[in-house]
Nanobody
Framework: QVRLIESGGGLAQSGGSLRLSCAASGRAFSSLFSMGWFRQAPGQEREFVAAINWDGGSTYYADSIKGRFTVSRDNAKNTVYLQMNSLKPEDTAVYYC?????????????????WGQGTQVTVSA
């Protein structure tokens, strides 16, 4: 089993910053997994935000957040981060952490094996 727990969400003003964390645990988890962040706004489909490969050497971003968000990981702590700067009201969503045991660095939710429960991010204008 793999457990992913997100934290760090909350309320921010437009132009502000938040840092999300995703702590992974469980015997089935491996630092070789690639990790991703997705988000889902009310009434919308879940969308890709960012992904990072097993050693952090490769990262991938959605065009909508490129240059504002940074994904990183600390394998010693089994934790992945999403630093979100210059937040906009349209970034408001539930943010989910996901793990892919096949290390594909995918941008579609179907490529990810394990999911967290999500953390709410709300950005006020």
């Amino acid at each position: 089993q793999v457990r992913l727990i997100e934290s760090g969400g909350g309320l921010a003003q437009s132009g502000g910053s938040l840092r999300l964390s995703c702590a992974a645990s469980g015997r089935a988890f491996s630092s070789l997994f690639s990790m991703g962040w997705f988000r889902q706004a009310p009434g919308q489909e879940r969308e890709f935000v960012a992904a990072i490969n097993w050693d952090g050497g490769s990262t991938y971003y959605a065009d909508s957040i490129k240059g504002r968000f940074t994904v990183s990981r600390d394998n010693a702590k089994n934790t992945v981060y999403l630093q979100m700067n210059s937040l906009k009201p349209e970034d408001t969503a539930v943010y989910y952490c996901a793990a892919d045991r096949w290390g594909r660095n995918g941008i579609t939710s179907s490529e990810y094996t394990y999911w967290g429960q999500g953390t709410q991010v709300t950005v006020s204008a």
